[in-house]
């Protein structure tokens, strides 16, 4: 069965870092294009970021630019959210997906909660 | 900039009924290579979001045939024959043709 577990998430003070991790099973995890998202409260879902099979590109939605790094481990089937500087508007549910083309994400983890606040 | 607008905004339904929701783009979504990366989302309480429609039209496996999806250009349609409690939830549609992937601001889909 296909499969995604997102872990890392909690509670950071403003300006604090959280790595996200998200492990693969079920499928030829090196084949795929990886993707991050979040959804806020009464928001609704956000693409963040995603990156290439091979780790060669990565794209980054503007407002998280210069903050988040997306990346993966094609051995061990992980793929990460380095979210560095984090700002109360980050609050949300994280989640990852898989990407077969354009963004239409067919598989998401049950995702993992990040809580900006002092 | 893309914008997704959806409507309606809610979506009180009686159970047997059916069901439509809109989604409008301000600009076409047809892509370079001729396919339209138009996608519909369901997401129940506490639950992660379920693609349903994949490229305006084609139907995820597993996903009920009552649900149905058209449209071309910069206007699409989610249909649902015949409402039934599970569906309850909010549904989302999502742009993948330009730039980063884009949802609209979701129809909330409640039985009445």
């Known amino acids: 069965e296909v499969h995604l577990v997102d872990s890392g998430g909690g509670l950071v003070q403003p300006g604090g870092s959280l790595r996200l991790s998200c492990g693969a099973s079920?499928?030829?995890?090196?084949?795929?294009?990886m993707a991050w998202l979040r959804h806020a409260p009464e928001k609704g879902p956000e693409w963040l970021a995603n990156i290439h099979p091979d780790g060669s590109e990565t794209n980054y939605v503007d407002s998280v630019k210069g903050r988040f790094t997306i990346s993966r481990d094609n051995a061990k089937n992980l793929v990460f959210l380095q979210m560095n500087n984090l700002r109360a508007e980050d609050t949300a549910v994280y989640y990852c997906?898989?990407?077969?083309?354009?963004?239409?994400?067919?598989?998401w983890g049950q995702g993992t909660t990040v809580t900006v606040a002092s | 900039d893309v914008v997704m607008t959806q409507s309606p905004l809610s979506l009180p339904v009686t159970l047997g009924q059916p069901a439509s929701i809109s989604c409008r783009s301000n600009q076409s979504l047809i892509h370079s290579n001729g396919n339209t990366y138009l996608t519909w989302f369901h997401q129940r309480p506490g639950q992660s979001p379920r693609r349903l429609i994949y490229k305006v039209s084609n139907r995820d496996s597993g996903v009920p045939d009552r649900f149905s999806g058209s449209g071309s250009g910069t206007d699409f349609t989610l249909k649902i024959s015949w409402v039934e409690a599970e569906d309850v939830g909010v549904y989302y549609c999502?742009?993948?043709?330009?730039?980063?992937?884009?949802f609209g601001g979701g129809t909330k889909v409640e039985i009445k």
């Open positions: 999502m742009q993948g043709t330009h730039g980063p992937p884009l």
């Open positions: 997906a898989r990407d077969p083309e354009y963004g239409a994400m067919d598989v």
């Open positions: 079920g499928f030829i995890f090196r084949r795929y294009w």
